[in-house]
């Protein structure tokens, strides 16, 4: 197989979605690697480091497009790159599908087959695609939210591990999943004072055994929510229900309850966000001010720190990519339930139910697809 990999164009998307690892590792499985020109170096992979890893150099992503039967990117096809693919050709790269319209027509349109690595599974119940970029996002979140919470940047103002005989920031993370679990180390860590809110009590009961002392677990009622939001100088969302649009858990309405100048990162802005009031920023205007409280909104936030992202999401995409390139993907998802859960779109067609019912558009099942 032929497997092309893209400069990501996406505002300031710094990662690539091969390494030189794992181009050696598809060519020694016998494939064809071609890499547009500079594409690694925002990781700090140059293209002699590819070539020297037995793949070929192409100056412009339309020639990839053109001959390569597997594009492998990291961030959602933008919309020049949309109008490249084909029918019959596969794409695997984050997609999130179920807040994005245009994108989803787009790549209905283009007949393409498309593998979202946030839907990927494993036999945990985990999302092992996501997770490595769930751990940057999270470890980033209480970094970026303590800048925001500056004066100078529109915060209150706080510190987050106070000083003595001054009080530490009060940390609310919303969604102790992959996320929520490093942020609120990485908070607790910095001094700050954290709790950790599920609605999933096993998680809450795995969170206390493990993390008892560092962070507290809350319930997730609205009740809860609010009420811990009030005493709040930073609040992280970090919920997921795979596939879907993001549950709004503070309206509109709500941010005149918290205080001044509160930080809220919204992680899971990639499926839409959970505060009403968030619309997806870029790192190079990360944060913008709605009644008083500061929202940071990036949705590639692991683009900041490329080169850490870049590996970890290549460890955990190479044996996926293998294995499509290997066998195609019919028969790598036939065999593979975890790699079958990933399949969005084929041939026109959604391949994702919570996709299909976020954005009102019919779907089809993975086996209905693989069958047809
Ligand atoms: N902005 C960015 O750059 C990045 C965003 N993400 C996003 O972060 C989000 C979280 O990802 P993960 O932590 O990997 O997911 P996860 O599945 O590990 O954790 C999600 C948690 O949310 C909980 N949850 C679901 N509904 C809830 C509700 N209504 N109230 C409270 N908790 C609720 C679940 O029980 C689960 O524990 C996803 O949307 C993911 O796409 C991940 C990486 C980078
Ligand atoms: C998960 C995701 O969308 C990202 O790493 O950008
Ligand atoms: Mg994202």
Redesign the pocket.
């Known amino acids: 197989m032929k497997i092309g990999c893209p400069k990501e164009i996406k505002p300031q998307e710094f990662r690539v979605g091969l390494t030189p690892n794992a181009a050696q590792e598809a060519i020694a499985h016998g494939h064809e690697v071609i890499v547009q020109a500079g594409a690694g170096v925002g990781a700090g992979f140059e293209d002699a480091d590819y070539t020297a890893a037995g793949a070929t150099i192409i100056d412009t992503a339309e020639e990839i497009f053109a001959s390569a039967d597997m594009i492998v990117k990291v961030k959602e096809p933008q919309a020049s790159e949309r109008k490249m693919l084909r029918e019959g050709q596969l794409l695997f790269t984050y997609l ?1 599908l179920a807040p994005d319209p245009d994108q989803t027509h787009d790549l209905l349109a283009s007949g393409c087959t498309a593998i979202a690595y ?1 839907t990927v599974t494993d036999r945990n119940g ?2 092992p695609l ?2 490595p ?2 751990e ?3 470890r980033l979140a209480p970094q970026v939210g303590a800048w925001t919470l500056q004066k100078a940047n529109g915060g209150r103002g706080v510190l987050m591990g106070g000083v003595p005989g001054v009080g530490p920031a009060k940390v609310m993370v ?8 490093h942020a609120a180390r990485i908070a607790a860590g910095m001094g700050a004072d954290v709790t950790v ?4 009590l096993p ?1 809450m009961r795995y969170l206390d055994d493990i993390y008892g002392g560092t962070f507290k677990t809350t319930y ?1 009622s609205a009740g809860n ?1 609010i009420e811990l939001a009030r005493q709040a100088d930073m609040i992280i969302g ?5 596939g879907a649009a ?2 709004k ?1 503070i309206s509109r309405a709500q941010l005149s309850e918290l205080k001044p100048g509160a930080a809220l990162v ?6 839409g966000g ?1 505060f009403e009031t968030s619309k997806a920023t870029t790192h190079q205007d990360p944060v913008y001010d709605v009644d008083g409280i500061m929202h940071y909104c ?6 900041a720190v490329a080169r850490t992202s870049t590996i970890a999401l290549g460890n955990a995409t190479m044996p996926f990519m293998l294995a499509l390139a290997d066998k195609g993907w019919k028969q790598a998802c036939a065999d593979d339930p975890h790699l079958k859960a990933g399949l969005n779109v084929h041939a026109g067609k959604l391949t994702y139910a919570a996709v299909g019912e976020a954005l009102g558009i019919d779907s089809i099942t993975a086996d209905q697809a693989i069958a047809g």
């Open positions: 999130h946030e985990g999302l996501l997770a970029m769930s940057v996002a999270g919303i969604g102790g999943g992959v996320v929520g679990t809110l599920d609605r999933s998680r997730a929510t970090a919920v997921l229900i795979p993001a549950p858990l919204d992680v899971a802005i990639d499926q959970c990036v949705a590639n936030m692991p683009g």
